[in-house]
Nanobody, 121 residues
């Protein structure tokens, strides 16, 4: 079993910053792509940023220049530094990881439980 546990959400004023963390635990062989997604009320879940095991990153256009994704492979943890936050960044943020649970097994996707980020004055 693989568990992803997020932390770091909360309420912040426009222009402020937050840092999200997501730690993977359980029994697995390797973690490949990790990423952050978000879902606002009444909207679909969209990708925010992804990072490969060799640290190649991609960002949604709406967050480029404001958000930074990073990971610590030794800690099986992915981070999302969010700066210059806007009200439209308000959403539940979900961590995602593509994990190979055994050496010769397939790669499967796992989700965290989500953490609320609210940007409001």
């Amino acid at each position: 079993q693989v568990q992803l546990v997020e932390s770091g959400g909360g309420l912040v004023q426009p222009g402020g910053s937050l840092r999200l963390s997501c730690a993977a635990s359980g029994s697995f062989f390797s973690i490949h792509v990790m990423g952050w997604y978000r879902q606002a009320p009444g909207k679909q879940r969209d990708v925010v940023a992804t990072i490969t095991s060799d640290f190649s990153t991609n960002y949604a256009d709406s967050v480029k220049g404001r958000f930074t994704i990073s990971r610590d492979n030794a800690k099986n943890t992915v981070y999302l530094q969010m700066n210059s936050l806007k009200p439209e960044d308000t959403a539940v943020y979900y961590c995602n990881a593509h994990v190979r649970t055994t050496r010769w097994g397939t790669v499967n996707g796992y989700w965290g439980q989500g953490t609320q980020v609210t940007v409001s004055s």
